[in-house]
């Protein structure tokens, strides 16, 4: 069974940071783009940022310099490390798969941001 | 920028729902619809504007090209009442959605 289960969300303070991890299973990962995806509470799809399977990085402007996208295709694991995170950084995370679109999501790990 | 109409349809089970997604730019074929329930992820329902992805019923129809698609759901079951988005294709990173279409029983 093709599968991603994310972890590594939580409650923090602003200004702190987080390491969120996806794990992949049931097909070869490191085949494939990756994405990680957002949801504010209440609100729609917000894209993140997507990495390649060459190591080819892209993120949204929201979180342009203080979110870092990577993998080990070793470990069958995308990682999303979120810096100096902000209130409006909370959210469910889901990373996806990437094909000819997002075919494949997890169940999504909550961030939240408050003081 | 993705555009979807309407932001909220009220329709009953058995009852056709049509959801349009409108681009600033042309898209050729290469748009996503994805359904998300209370509580879950989202779902890739159709891509490439009208493919059915693996396991999507067959009420579930994708058409369009360029600037303007439409989801179209044949007949409402109960389980399909969800919010859906759609997403640009046609260049990596995927990036944008629309901003959700929620479908609600009447």
């Known amino acids: 069974e093709v599968q991603l289960v994310e972890s590594g969300g939580g409650l923090v303070k602003p200004g702190e940071s987080l390491r969120l991890s996806c794990i992949g299973s049931?097909?070869?990962?490191?085949?494939?783009?990756m994405n990680w995806v957002r949801q504010a509470p209440g609100k729609g799809l917000e894209w993140v940022s997507s990495i390649s399977g060459s190591d080819v990085k892209f993120y949204a402007d929201s979180v342009q310099g203080r979110f870092t996208i990577s993998r080990d295709n070793a470990k069958n694991s995308l990682y999303l490390q979120m810096n100096n995170l902000r209130a409006e950084d909370t959210a469910i995370y889901y990373c996806a798969r990437d094909t000819n679109a997002l075919d494949v999501w997890g169940q999504g790990t909550t961030v939240t941001i408050s003081s | 920028v993705l555009t979807q109409s309407p932001a909220t349809l009220s329709l009953s089970p058995g009852e056709r729902a049509n959801v349009s997604c409108r681009a600033s730019?042309?898209?050729?074929?290469?748009l996503a619809w994805y359904q998300q329930k209370p509580g879950q992820a989202p779902r890739l329902l159709i891509y490439d504007a009208s493919n059915r992805a693996t396991g999507i019923p067959a009420r579930f129809s994708g058409s369009g090209s360029g600037t303007d698609f439409t989801l179209t759901i044949s007949s409402l079951e109960p389980e399909d009442f969800a919010v859906y988005y759609c997403?640009?294709?046609?260049?990596?990173?995927?990036?944008?959605f629309g901003q959700g279409t929620k479908l609600e029983i009447k």
């Open positions: 997403q640009q294709c046609n260049s990596w990173p995927r990036g944008t």
């Open positions: 730019h042309s898209l050729g074929i290469y």
């Open positions: 049931g097909f070869t990962f490191l085949d494939y783009s």
